[in-house]
Every structure is written in C-alpha cells, then in structure tokens.
C-alpha cells in the first residue's frame, strides 16, 4: 500500500524556468511533509519541509505548497539551476517519533 | 567531517553468507535508523533506536539484526544472505523522533550473487 505517490519518475526542465514537482498522499492522518534531494551514490539530503497547519513554506528558490483537502503537495524551484538535477523524494509522517514514508522519487534534469 | 558515515560502500557477497554494515554519526543525535531502497526505488524504515533503544522494528526477517553498542552508532546485521536481500541500506540520524528532518549516510549498495 503505497501511501505517499510520485506519479512521474523523471522531469526535464530547462535552466532559469521553474520546476514543479508534484506528490499525493492517502493517508489523512499525515501532518508533517518534507522534501529530499538525492545525489548519485549519496544519501538523500534534507530540502524543505511543511506542517498541515501551513499551506505554503518557502526557502530561497525552494517553495513547498500543501493542499490538503486535495491531499497534494508540490515542490517548486525557482530559477531551476543544472545542480539541481537530482532525484528528489517526498516523504510524510504524522505525530512525533513517526517513521517517514516516502514515495518514489522524481528525477530532475535541468537542461541548459 | 562526515556527519552519518557508513560502510562498507558497497558489498557484494554469496547466497547464505552473514554480513555486517556499519554505522556511526557525529551529530549528536539521540534517534539513528536504517532503511532500505529497494528495486523499485522503495525507501522504506526498517529499524530505528532511540538511545541504543529499539523503538521501530518494521516487518523484517529476523535474518537482519540491528545493534547500538552506543548513541553513535547502529550497525546492521545480516545472517543467511538471500537474493532478494540486494538493495542499498540507508542509515540515518535525527535529533529527535521523526518530525525532525533525518541526515542520512551514503548508502551501503549489497549484492547478493
């Protein structure tokens, strides 16, 4: 039962435009969402994060947005840069000392 | 300065074998974990400790037995290696629960042949 989605494995983005990365999740009872950056032979790295009670939270070019009636977050990067190609999860918990559960991953490639 | 190391990078290894992948961070942390990514790209919890306390134990073959001999480290063993084993091991650290965001080590990519 795969409770947090990632519908499309790879993107193509061409440098300075945006990147959208999109994610669904079924269960209701998550209220805490992050996004993760992985590298090639690297460990997933911490980007940007959200809480249920928010529906938007920015950090530089990175901006995370929460529809929760939709059960749907998204990812934006602004302008997207080529060391931004990475594969990026997102991940979603609920309540404290809850295990993340992530989805798939997104593959960005930024092209120049 | 690494902050969640692990090793070996990768390990290649026969059918029945017993292996071992370490574990250690210097954070500080009070929670370390090992996941798994799977061939469909699954990253999935299998243990977490919290203070050489095991407060997660996910559905996993007993085969794979975790230790914390301290707060720093959570070392994965893996007994009777089957094929299906064949994954790369994430282990990770927080400062606290889940809802902080976890650092995670380089992978530990096992092939069982």
């Known amino acids: 039962d795969q409770q947090v989605k990632q519908n499309s494995p790879s993107l193509s983005v061409q440098e300075g435009r945006i990147s959208i990365l999109n994610c669904d999740y079924t269960?209701?009872?998550?209220?805490?969402f992050l996004w993760y950056k992985k590298y090639p032979a690297e460990g997933p790295t911490f980007l940007i994060s959200i809480s249920s009670i928010k529906d938007k939270n920015e950090d530089g070019r990175f901006t995370v947005f929460l529809n929760k009636s939709a059960k749907h977050l998204s990812l934006h990067i602004v302008p997207s840069q080529p060391g931004d190609s990475a594969v990026y999860f997102c991940?979603?918990?609920?309540?404290?000392?809850?295990?993340?559960?992530f989805g798939t991953g997104t593959r960005l490639q930024v092209t120049l | 300065d690494t902050a969640v190391s692990q090793t070996p990078k990768y390990l290649v290894t026969q059918m029945g074998n017993d292996k071992s992948i370490k574990c250690e961070q210097n954070l500080g942390h009070d929670t370390m974990y090992w996941y798994k990514q799977d061939s469909k790209k699954f990253l999935k919890i299998m243990f977490s400790y919290n203070n050489k306390e095991l407060i997660i134990n996910e559905t996993v073959p007993n085969r794979f037995s975790p230790k914390s001999p301290d707060k720093a480290h959570l070392n994965l063993h893996i007994n009777s290696l089957e094929l299906g084993d064949s994954a790369v091991y994430f282990c990770a650290s927080s400062p606290a629960g889940f809802d902080t965001e976890a650092f995670f080590g380089q992978g530990t990519r096992l092939t069982v042949v």
């Open positions: 991940a979603a918990s609920f309540g404290t000392a809850s295990k993340l559960t």
């Open positions: 269960n209701s009872m998550f209220d805490y």
